[in-house]
């Protein structure tokens, strides 16, 4: 397995359990507690790590939201609490969600070995919020909530890479996301507004976007040898099946 390959191969499993904390209902019951929307804490969440920027600025980190959007949220959270003080409880909440839900998974702590190799080997040039993420750390405690931060950071390390892949096609994020799975139903859940220009257009260019999204995620897979990309797109599979159905996965106990 080439390290595009294991990139391409570990996204499904990747998105999926590195952001499964942000929809939990303790994760809202916190944004709740904190006097903050779950959008309010979602971008606060996420873009907080960046520090006490301008809306603007975290716009320009996420990519993929409407910056209209970014600013209802961004700025609705500042009148509450500074922005790390939202990063730093989403950390906790992202963590508590992998105790909860990883430490049972029975090869957790090789999870957490191949996963720190991928991070660590990352290049973040050009990649602002994962370096600022990167920078948060994980915990000490529980190999799940380990794994979950660790999750969590390679998530946004692919999501800065298809970023830029997506500009370098030619695509804005809009049309990046018109022309993906998601279509309309994204382009609103992401606060862009209509009118939309047609995707048939659009899709070769996102293909190559996801191409090159491989490519660039591939140099940090390239930590690994070639079977132990394999191992962590099964080790991936494995936590997902097993998150989705209470026995644990025979694969996962091999």
């Not at 999926?16 to 959008?39: K, N, Y």
């Not at 309309?184 to 260019?205: D, H, K, M, S, T």
Request: proline share 9%; aromatic share 6%; with cysteine.
């Amino acid at each position: 397995m080439t390290p595009e390959q294991g990139a391409s191969a570990a996204k499904p499993g990747l998105l999926e359990l590195g952001g499964a904390f942000s929809e939990a209902p303790q994760t809202l019951r916190r944004a709740r507690r904190m006097g903050l929307s779950g959008w309010a804490f979602y971008v606060a969440g996420r873009g907080g790590a960046l520090g006490d920027v301008p809306a603007e600025t975290v716009a320009a980190a996420l990519g993929f939201i409407a910056p209209e959007a970014v600013a209802d949220g961004w700025d609705a959270a500042r009148q509450v609490t500074p922005p790390i003080e939202v990063a730093t409880t989403t950390l906790d909440e992202c963590c508590r969600w992998g105790a909860e839900h990883l430490d049972g998974f029975p090869r957790v702590a090789r999870l957490v070995e191949l996963l720190r190799r991928v991070v660590r080997a990352a290049d973040p040039a050009g990649m602002p919020l994962f370096a600022a993420w990167r920078a948060l750390g994980e915990p000490d405690d529980a190999p799940g909530a380990q794994a979950a931060a660790l999750l969590h950071q390679l998530r946004e390390y692919r999501g800065a890479a298809h970023l830029l892949a997506v500009r370098a096609s030619g695509l804005t994020p809009l049309e990046a996301i018109l022309a993906g799975p998601e279509g309309e139903a994204g382009a609103v859940a992401f606060g862009w507004q209509p009118p939309y220009p047609p995707a048939g257009p659009l899709i070769r260019r996102r293909l190559w976007a996801e191409a090159v999204t491989d490519r660039i995620t591939g140099s940090a897979f390239a930590a690994l040898e070639p079977t132990e990309r394999a191992e962590l797109v099964g080790l991936l599979n494995c936590a997902v099946a097993g998150l989705r159905s209470a026995p644990t996965p025979a694969c996962a106990r091999t």
